[in-house]
């Protein structure tokens, strides 16, 4: 079984920064895509950022040049780094990997989210 435990949520101004922390824990053999998504009240999950085990990077038009989504692989750890925050950034933010548990096969894992609210 996989793990995958968020931080860095909570509250900011509009215009500030926020860093997440994914960390993937468990039964892995190797980490595949990981990605971040964000639902809001009423919404749907949508995409926000996604990289590649090489380090290739896709991003919502939403958020183009204010978030940047990185990763450690030897820590299997994903990161999302949000500056320049707007009320409608605010959501709950869900990190997401395709994990390998031995040389081939994967699955999907979902974290249980953190809050990030963008408010004055």
């Known amino acids: 079984q996989v793990q995958l435990v968020e931080s860095g949520g909570g509250l900011v101004q509009p215009g500030g920064s926020l860093r997440l922390s994914c960390a993937a824990s468990?039964?892995?053999?190797?980490?595949?895509?990981m990605g971040w998504y964000r639902q809001a009240p009423g919404k749907q999950r949508e995409l926000v950022a996604g990289i590649t085990s090489g380090g290739s990077t896709n991003y919502a038009d939403s958020v183009k040049g204010r978030f940047t989504i990185s990763r450690d692989n030897a820590k299997n750890t994903v990161y999302l780094q949000m500056n320049s925050l707007k009320p409608e950034d605010t959501a709950v933010y869900y990190c997401?990997?395709?994990?390998?548990?031995?040389?081939?096969?994967?699955?999907?894992?979902w974290g249980q989210g953190t809050q990030v609210t963008v408010s004055s």
């Open positions: 997401n990997a395709d994990v390998g548990p031995a040389a081939y096969g994967a699955s999907n894992y």
């Open positions: 468990g039964s892995i053999f190797r980490i595949y895509a």
